[in-house]
């Protein structure tokens, strides 16, 4: 059962960083973005939403007012750059507090905090990220009339060439025709990351840092400005 979840923040930047997050996880389903919570209120009469991601300093009406006028309340998960409500927000019996800027493996463990208990509220088996993900270590790939099976650990990175994509193994490179969305979206989010519109890493490769690059082995591959705070939070922090 995927968490259906629904982010409210006035940043747009924010807004964007979360959904970045919430499309390489398996278990969870973005209902919509919203910039304030009124906006907020008008899709939640008409879309289910099992999970709030809601900032708290927000014009016109804050996070915690917003979480006191409802009636029916889904988990919430403060997202934050003001520590100072943490205290507050904890009364209000929320999930999780993430203080900005957070990384990817802090937003999964607030996820998974949210996934357990919608599991013990619904009597379900565990459905975290890591379970999903611990079933499957490779991939299957067509490529001239064969199809290989590549184990996860091989894969250094992967390069979109248009209508086809590049997995590049340690020694060797397999083409296959498909895309970098598709692939992002199906790949473990633990494993690997989006750093430009046309390359996918594999975390554990990356070796270095450097200005708008990053080193795996010999290879220096660029980083795309809009994925650099990404990259950044999740590998390098």
Known sequence: MKIRCLIIDDEELARTLLENYIGRLPNIELVGKCKDPMEALQLMQDSPVDLLLLDIQMPGLTGVEFVRTLKQKPLVIFTTAYPDFALEGYTLDIVDYLLK?????????AVN????????????SPDTVENLEEKKDFILV?????IHRIKFADI??????REYVAYYLPHKRILSLNSLKSLEESLPASRFIRIHKSYIVAIDKVDTLEGNM???GKEKLPIGPS???????NIFQ
């Open 227 to 233: 994925y650099r705070d990404v990259v950044v939070n």
């Open 101 to 109: 800027p957070f990384g990817f493996e802090r937003f999964v463990q």
């Open 142 to 146: 067509k490529s001239e009339h064969k």
């Open 214 to 216: 990053v080193h795996i």
């Open 156 to 161: 250094n990175y992967i390069q979109s060439m």
């Open 113 to 124: 905090k949210a996934g357990e208990l919608i599991r013990l509220k619904s009597g379900t």
